[in-house]
């Protein structure tokens, strides 16, 4: 396919943008730079429809789709199927392997605490769950970090203990990255590779992203040349790359899988009484879908926290 990369169009489908960020989402910010770092032409589009959906961010081209919940993510299928691939004569070298570790394990792991934990889901509204309502917006942030606390082993008797775990391990990761890069322009010399796409999303989403009294983010500035190696990227390949006549934006509200559509603008017209009754029983559909997702989350939460309760126990 990289043959045809002149003629085929290329999307990739993201949440919307924040933070001054072209996607606030941290799953699909590496996958936004990976593209820019390969010098790929694709045009970005948004889908705000479900907000905890981990089929975001995915990328197609015609009857190609890549999701961010199949063979590894968008950028390991993207490497795989031949679209791109900077790893090419990267992904055998030791260094390569040690590194992609230390971002993909360690740093992964204490960004997914820092924003669901650390710092209490501040930045989470608006990267997930502006376009909804209050009450749906709570429902959902708790449903997510409860399935955060459950991914990273977190209970209430080994809360503290994993947080200095998880703080110690992104601090050495941040040591042994620093060490590496030096002064370099990327992490393996002067090619990029999907680590940087990697790390500089890692970076650039604490820096803009996270409150100013994030641990993490604390970590982070102390290290002056990763500071340094994430301002010239960004000011080379994205504030550059915006600055050029920019790839159209859409924004698709259906479900998955879609095909891109632009409809008409419609003028406004006045509603009927029919169509008033339609959206108050609308008002009613969703307060029964809310009452329903707090029930089950209530149930399952309750459920969830007997059977560690019982296995304590046993051990």
């Not at 961010?57 to 490497?79: C, M, R, W």
């Not at 376009?131 to 429902?139: F, G, N």
């Not at 703080?167 to 090619?191: H, P």
Request: glycine share 4%; charged share 25%; aromatic share 12%.
């Amino acid at each position: 396919m990289e043959g045809d990369q002149e003629t085929e169009v290329y999307t990739l489908v993201a949440r919307k943008p924040s933070f001054d960020l072209p996607t606030a989402c941290p799953n699909c910010l590496p996958a936004y730079i990976y593209l820019k770092l390969a010098q790929l032409p694709f045009e970005l589009a948004f889908n705000s429809t479900f907000p905890d959906s981990d089929e975001l961010p995915y990328f197609e081209s015609g009857t190609y789709v890549a999701y961010n919940n199949e063979d590894g993510g968008v950028i390991e299928k993207l490497k795989k199927d031949g679209i791109v691939n900077l790893d090419l004569q990267l992904q055998s070298l030791p260094e390569y392997l040690s590194l992609k570790a230390l971002i993909v394990s360690w740093l992964e792991e204490a960004l997914t605490y820092e924003i669901w934990v650390g710092t209490e889901g501040i930045s989470t509204t608006k990267i997930y769950y502006s376009d909804l309502p209050w009450v749906i917006s709570k429902v959902l942030f708790y449903k997510q970090t409860y399935m955060a606390k459950n991914r990273l082993g977190i209970t209430k008797e080994n809360a503290e203990q994993r947080e200095k775990q998880i703080y110690k391990r992104a601090s050495e990761a941040y040591e042994a990255l620093s060490t590496r890069l030096g002064e370099q322009k990327f992490l393996f010399e002067d090619r990029p590779s999907s680590l940087d796409a990697l790390l500089l999303s890692h970076m650039l989403f604490i820096i803009q992203a996270l409150p100013v009294t994030s641990v993490l983010r604390c970590k982070l500035l102390e290290h002056s040349n990763l500071v340094r190696y994430a301002e010239k990227l960004k000011s080379e390949f994205l504030e550059a790359s915006s600055s050029s006549p920019s790839p159209p934006l859409h924004s698709f509200p259906s479900s998955f899988p879609r095909k891109s559509s632009k409809p008409k603008s419609k003028p406004k017209v006045e509603k009927t009484e029919e169509e008033k009754k339609f959206k108050k029983r609308a008002r009613f559909f969703l307060a029964a879908q809310f009452l329903a997702v707090v029930i089950y989350v209530s149930v399952m939460g309750g459920g969830s926290s007997e059977e560690l309760e019982y296995e304590d126990e046993d051990d």
